[in-house]
């Protein structure tokens, strides 16, 4: 049990907390993190088995708070003071770099920043002890049956078992109460059935709800009218997404979203879950719209709110925390993103760990598909081959014929940059398999086959598909892609006009799209043909924002 006397013992507390934040016999006696030392104690950390492992559960408690008041502190205009507290905990309180050496860093005085150090540890110190008090008290309270009922559900459709889903799926169709929960429960039942490739029983769900919404259950001034907008919304985003309909899948997430956000914050757990599932859907429309920015406080957004949410499913939860990090390695130019190289590969192991312990399997293979991206952008090119082979063992471990394929074909297109492309070459699926992917991994595939002609020489073969591929590409990030590809093919022939026009439409728009690993791609796609050091420079650079 949490107890803090009085506001100067809180302070205390606070003080020996981040004097100690490195000392696991100290934080021992702390009365803010002495029961994440207590496997008998608190829910979220009976897994926690020893020292080393209650102090990384601090540290992740630290980081999450840093970057909660630095986004808190960015929405409010105060960028500068946001940008220097979470600093200065990253380098000084949980990096342990001489203060002196931070201040110096940061352009401020040894006495500044001793202050600033101390007014964001008070906070974190406020937000570690609040957040324990509200999970503590409140979490039967704002669990109920059918929320368990559904992530039970997601749950069975996670181990790939598309006939055992179904049928959880179905259940809880029967056992949802009202038609709010029944709406609820088409939704999870189109997605699953999207997840295994069955989109015919997905637009048999949607339907059902339409023809539910039509029936007029649903007042229009009530809570349960938005809510059922917004199930129809993300079924409809994801059945957009299956056909590559960019814009569709960009402007049903907005609709869900929006419909979300009129709902008041004591709503109950899952309909904030609800909320989630749209921010992530919406984050990942963006995406593929080409707006990263927005894409990533999208999913800025749902990470923040993910620690107040009570009973989360472990998938949603594992989803969101996989494509926020995803995302900030790629987006490593922007201030808001930016975190060290050895951060983003920290948190993904962790995400690894976490998934692994909990027996998680799609979690875990999830994870490892993160580490091998990581790798791969990083130059870690043994690191990467190792992690995208165990990311499609566990695959293979599914039934899902459709999770095994696009595993592999992610798997093998993000090893071609490396110098282990032959041996990911090996691991693409075959073309029978492919019928089973949705239609993004469908185009990934294409430009597979674009990059694999190229770097096995076959220039014409390689300019071909990637015209062929560019032109039928819905994609953003697949157009800019297949056409650097077609660019470095046409230098390769000879054909140094086409090289050249290739170049002049496609660099500004990788600028535009603000992708590193696409800026990376771009700046030395245009040094090999041009020989202009002003690009070389730039490869240079962001190759390095990717490795440091």
């Known amino acids: 049990m949490l107890v803090i006397e009085s506001m100067a013992s809180f302070k205390m507390a606070a003080k020996h907390l981040f004097r100690h934040l490195h000392a696991p016999s100290a934080l021992r006696r702390n009365p803010l993190v002495e029961r994440f030392f207590d496997n008998d104690g608190w829910r979220d950390v009976e897994a926690i088995k020893n020292e080393r492992r209650a102090l990384d559960y601090i540290h992740s408690l630290v980081r999450q708070a840093a970057d909660y008041y630095r986004d808190e502190d960015i929405a409010k205009g105060k960028r500068v003071r946001a940008r220097r507290q979470h600093a200065i905990v990253m380098l000084q309180c949980l990096g342990r770099s001489p203060i002196r050496e931070v201040a110096a860093a940061l352009g401020i005085s040894y006495h500044h920043c001793y202050r600033e150090r101390a007014a ?138 929006s419909w979300l956000e009129q709902l008041d914050n004591d709503a109950p757990a899952r309909l904030r879950e609800l909320y989630l599932e749209s921010l992530f859907e919406l984050a990942a429309a963006c995406w593929n719209f080409g707006n990263l920015e927005a894409g990533f406080d999208w999913i800025a957004k749902a990470e923040q709110d993910v620690h107040r949410v009570v009973a989360l499913s472990p998938q949603l939860r594992a989803r969101i925390s996989l494509a926020f990090w995803r995302l900030r390695s790629c987006l490593l130019t922007t201030s808001k993103a930016w975190c060290p190289s050895a951060e983003r590969l920290n948190a993904l192991a962790t995400e690894f760990e976490r998934a692994y312990e909990a027996g998680a399997v799609f979690e875990t293979g999830e994870a490892l598909v993160a580490l091998m991206q990581h790798h791969a952008l990083a130059g870690n090119d043994a690191e990467a081959l190792k992690a995208g082979k165990l990311a499609i063992l566990i695959a293979r471990q599914k039934a899902c014929v459709k999770d095994r394929t696009e595993v592999a074909v992610f798997v093998a297109a993000n090893l071609l940059p490396t110098r282990c492309w032959k041996e990911g070459s090996r691991l693409f699926p075959s073309d029978d398999d492919l019928g089973a992917c949705d239609a993004h991994h469908r185009e990934l595939a294409s430009y597979f086959s674009v990059e694999y002609a190229f770097r096995s020489r076959r220039f014409d073969d390689a300019w071909a598909l990637a015209n062929q591929a560019s032109t039928a590409s819905r994609y953003a990030i697949m157009k800019i892609k297949n056409r650097l590809v077609a660019a470095l093919a046409a230098h390769a022939l000879g054909r140094q006009r086409e090289a050249r026009r290739l170049l002049e439409a496609t660099v500004p728009a990788a600028e535009d799209f603000g992708s590193t690993p696409i800026l990376r791609d771009a700046y030395n796609a245009a040094a090999t043909i041009t020989a202009n050091a002003r690009f070389v420079r730039r490869a240079t650079e962001v190759d390095r924002l990717l490795r440091v």
């Open 120 to 257: 964001i540890c008070l906070r974190i110190a406020r937000w570690i002890c609040d957040s324990f008090r509200k999970r503590s008290s409140d979490l039967l309270l704002k669990v109920d049956e059918f929320q368990l009922l559904a992530n039970l559900a997601l749950g069975q459709a996670a181990t790939g078992d598309a006939k055992a889903a179904f049928h959880a799926c179905d259940a809880l169709m029967s056992e949802a109460p009202s038609p709010q929960q029944k709406m609820e429960a088409l939704r999870i039942n189109a997605l699953v059935s999207i997840d295994f490739g069955n989109v015919a029983r997905a637009e048999a769900a949607r339907l059902a709800a339409a023809e539910m919404f039509a029936e007029g259950l649903f007042s229009q001034s009530s809570p349960s009218h938005a809510v059922a907008r917004a199930c129809l919304g993300l079924i409809d985003a994801r059945l957009a997404y299956c056909r590559a309909d960019v814009n569709g899948a960009l402007q049903m997430a907005q609709d869900a979203t």
